[in-house]
Nanobody, 120 residues
Framework: VQLQATGGGLVQPGGSLRLSCVVS????????MGWYRQAPGKQRELVAA???????NYADSVKGRFTISRDNAENTVYLQMNSLKPEDTADYYC???????????????WGQGTQVTVSS
């Protein structure tokens, strides 16, 4: 199983970016999915998460600006980021709880980071 994140880049303050993360490989089901970020010198933090049923939660710092969504048919999770601020600059990582086989429990997987830089 692999998670491939794309969509990072350089954007001016107030701008928007959309991150995508595709899960590939052989598995039974994907449960919770999420996005984390890690800024230089800081700990990795949860940005947003979405359950298999579509329930979402967000870090207070991004509420009202970021939207997480998922396409279960495409095994993909998205993070729409609007009104970006310099403090949103970080490496963004996707994360998923995946059941590889029906009889297995969930295992947690990480994608590689995609860099987001918000600067004028």
């Amino acid at each position: 199983v692999q998670l491939q994140a794309t969509g990072g880049g350089l954007v001016q303050p107030g701008g928007s970016l959309r991150l995508s993360c595709v899960v590939s490989g052989s598995f039974f089901t994907i449960n919770n999915m999420g996005w984390y970020r890690q800024a230089p010198g800081k700990q990795r933090e949860l940005v947003a998460a979405i359950s298999s049923g579509g329930s979402t939660n967000y870090a207070d710092s991004v509420k009202g600006r970021f939207t997480i969504s998922r396409d279960n048919a495409e095994n993909t999770v998205y993070l729409q980021m609007n009104s970006l601020k310099p403090e949103d600059t970080a490496d963004y990582y996707c994360n998923a709880d995946i059941r590889i086989r029906k009889w297995r429990t969930n295992e947690n997987y990480w994608g590689q980071g995609t860099q987001v830089t918000v600067s004028s």
